[in-house]
Nanobody, 120 residues
Framework: QVQLVESGGGLVQPGGSLRLSCAAS????????MGWYRQAPGKQRELVAR???????NYADSVKGRFTISRDNANDTVYLQMNSLKPEDTFVYYC??????????????WGQGTQVTVSS
């Protein structure tokens, strides 16, 4: 059974920082690309940041220079360090695991989401 469990969301003032964590189980983590997405009510889910199994990263233009994605393969965990937060970063943030065809699988997995609210 695959589980992605996010933590670290909350309420923060503009300019503040948060660190999201996503602990994975039930997958061979080191072979998966991991990503963070975010979604507002009634809107499409959008990519925030992604890190491949080889450690390559890419970011949405809106978060470049402020957010950093990283992974710890020893502990099957992916992180999103969010600095200089803005009110427009207020979303539910979701963790994603993508095997990219590893083992013949293209199935995506999602966490339950964690709310991030940036407000004074």
């Amino acid at each position: 059974q695959v589980q992605l469990v996010e933590s670290g969301g909350g309420l923060v003032q503009p300019g503040g920082s948060l660190r999201l964590s996503c602990a994975a189980s039930g997958i061979i983590f080191r072979h998966y690309s991991m990503g963070w997405y975010r979604q507002a009510p009634g809107k499409q889910r959008e990519l925030v940041a992604r890190i491949t199994s080889g450690g390559f990263t890419n970011y949405a233009d809106s978060v470049k220079g402020r957010f950093t994605i990283s992974r710890d393969n020893a502990n099957d965990t992916v992180y999103l360090q969010m600095n200089s937060l803005k009110p427009e970063d207020t979303f539910v943030y979701y963790c994603n695991a993508n095997p990219g065809g590893y083992g013949g699988s293209w199935r995506l997995y999602w966490g339950q989401g964690t709310q991030v609210t940036v407000s004074s």
